[in-house]
C-alpha cells in the first residue's frame, strides 16, 4: 500500500491568499485525521471524518478553517483568508476502525508570509 | 477531564533500556494507549498500543498498572537510530475523543 498521501509538501503563499491541503488516505480505512504540528503548540487534532462524515471538528481554530472529504479517497483543509499564524507542519492520518493504530503522511510544510 | 503528560526530554546512551512514562488520570477500562515515535519532517509512526498489563512487540513493550493512571514505553537496547520524538495518546471510547501528549524528545548518545 502506498500510505497515506499528502499534497502539496510544501506551500508558500501571502497573507490573505486562500490555501488548499489534499489528502488521500490509505484505502479501506473509515476514518480521517488532520492535525496542526507547532514549535509552540505541539500536535493538534483538527478534525476527524468517518466514512467521509465530520464526527468532531472542536479542533478547528476558526471558521477561515474548512474540511472536506467528499468521497473515502480524498480530503481536503482549506483555509481562507490565510494568516501568518497558521505557518505551521499539517499532517493527514488515517485508521481503519476506531481505535486502531493511525497512519501519518508526511505533512505539508505551510508558510504564510 | 482525561489529560496525558510526558516528560519534555530524556537522554540516554546506545545499548542502555529506556523507559517513558507518561500520565493519564480518569481514564476508563476500555480506554487504550497508543504510543508513537516522530523524526524530523516525517509524520508520528506507530509503535506500540495496549489496554492493561503488558504488551509487547518486536520492538517495545509497553507496560500499564493495574490502577492504568500512567504507562510506561520500554525501549529494549537503543541506538542512535531511536533518537526522535515519543507521544504518548489516549484514546476514550466513551466518547472517541483522542487525548495526545506534548511529546518527549529522547536523545541516545554513543
Known amino acids: 500500500d502506498a500510505g497515506v498521501i499528502q499534497s502539496p509538501r510544501h506551500e508558500v503563499t501571502e497573507m490573505g491568499q486562500e490555501v488548499t491541503l489534499r489528502c488521500k488516505p490509505i484505502s479501506g480505512h473509515d476514518y480521517l485525521f488532520w492535525y496542526r504540528q507547532t514549535m509552540m503548540r505541539g500536535l493538534e487534532l483538527l478534525i476527524y471524518f468517518n466514512n467521509n462524515v465530520p464526527i468532531d471538528d472542536s479542533g478547528m481554530p476558526e471558521d477561515r478553517f474548512s474540511a472536506k472529504m467528499p468521497n473515502a479517497s480524498f480530503s481536503t483543509l482549506k483555509i481562507q483568508p490565510s494568516e501568518p499564524r497558521d505557518s505551521a507542519v499539517y499532517f493527514c492520518?488515517?485508521?481503519?476502525?476506531?481505535?486502531?493504530?493511525?497512519?501519518f503522511g508526511d505533512g505539508t510544510r505551510l508558510s504564510i508570509l | 477531564l482525561a489529560k496525558t503528560t510526558q516528560p519534555i526530554s530524556m537522554d540516554s546512551y546506545e545499548g542502555q533500556e529506556v523507559n517513558i512514562t507518561c500520565s493519564h488520570n480518569?481514564?476508563?477500562?476500555?480506554?487504550?494507549i497508543t504510543w508513537y515515535q516522530q523524526f524530523p519532517s516525517q509524520g508520528p509512526r506507530f509503535i506500540i498500543q495496549?489496554?492493561?498489563?503488558?504488551v509487547t512487540n518486536e520492538v517495545a513493550s509497553l507496560f500499564i498498572p493495574a490502577d492504568r493512571k500512567s504507562s510506561t514505553l520500554s525501549l529494549p537496547r537503543v541506538s542512535l537510530s531511536d533518537t526522535a520524538v515519543y507521544y504518548c495518546?489516549?484514546?476514550?471510547?466513551?466518547?472517541?475523543?483522542?487525548?495526545w501528549g506534548a511529546g518527549t524528545k529522547l536523545i541516545i548518545k554513543p
Open positions: 495496549g489496554y492493561k498489563t503488558k
Open positions: 480518569n481514564i476508563a477500562t476500555n480506554d487504550y
Open positions: 492520518a488515517s485508521s481503519a476502525r476506531v481505535g486502531q493504530p493511525q497512519h
Open positions: 495518546l489516549v484514546g476514550l471510547n466513551s466518547n472517541y475523543q483522542l487525548i
